[in-house]
């Protein structure tokens, strides 16, 4: 089963606002990454991060590696329409070439 | 279009009968995964290739389901005698062999409905 817990599982925002969303975890994990899915598709990588405590923008998207190594946030700023979807966090210790997924947050925008 | 490709996009099949999924990596990668999301839920692993050599298995993998990359291409995964269960999307991805890169890239995936 999911090791890592995502939160919040749903999130409904007026257009503009920022979002904040973070994935824990009871085991350390050496990378970690932040993924969309829109439905229908296949998960698209956003953010890749590989340092504990690094801080890494990609336009709105802001994520951070939690120095713990046990979790870490996405930040979306400005929120857009286009936002909409599922975010994914993922994580990847040194056991192997398997990612291991959160169970997502559904983000939901008004315009 | 370069991007991970997946065969047939929709599969209905009855209760007991047998599916091949296919999937074209990106060219350059030598790396291929296979994961199954239900819904609702994130993806989970099921096997990994690195070239033709299948290097990992997981547990959900089940003796019913079998992953092949004879050239290290493309890779099929065949369920046998499918169950109600395994109605999934069953994602592919690949990435490059570079060491630390983990963000690979997913194709669009394949639904699997079992009647």
């Known amino acids: 089963g999911q090791q890592l817990n995502q939160s919040p599982q749903s999130m409904f925002i007026q257009e503009g606002e920022d979002v904040s969303m973070n994935c824990t975890s009871s085991?350390?994990?050496?990378?970690w990454l932040w993924y969309k899915q829109d439905p229908g598709e296949g998960p698209v990588l956003l953010i890749a991060?590989?340092?504990?405590?690094e801080l890494t923008s990609n336009g709105r998207l802001t994520a951070q590696f939690g120095i713990t190594r046990k979790d870490s946030f996405l930040n979306i700023s400005a929120s857009i329409p286009s936002d909409v979807g599922i975010y994914f966090c993922a994580g990847h210790n040194n056991a192997g070439n398997m990612l291991t997924f959160g169970g997502g947050t559904r983000l939901m925008v008004k315009p | 279009d370069t991007g991970v490709s997946q065969d047939p996009r929709h599969k209905i099949t009855k209760r007991g009968q047998n599916v091949t999924f296919r999937c074209d990596p990106i060219?350059?990668?030598?790396?291929l995964y296979w994961y199954r999301q239900t819904l609702g839920q994130g993806p989970e692993f099921l096997t990994y290739?690195?070239?033709?050599?299948?290097?990992?298995k997981s547990r959900l993998l089940s003796d019913r389901f079998s992953a092949e990359r004879p050239k290290g291409s493309f890779s099929t995964l065949e369920i046998q005698r499918t169950e109600q269960g395994d109605s999934a999307m069953y994602l592919c991805?690949?990435?490059?062999?570079?060491?630390?890169?983990?963000?690979?890239?997913f194709g669009s995936g394949t639904r699997l409905t079992v009647v």
């Open positions: 991060l590989y340092k504990a405590g």
């Open positions: 085991s350390i994990f050496n990378t």
């Open positions: 060219s350059e990668h030598n790396r």
């Open positions: 991805a690949s990435s490059p062999a570079r060491f630390g890169n983990y963000g690979y890239t």
């Open positions: 290739f690195q070239n033709e050599a299948q290097l990992e």
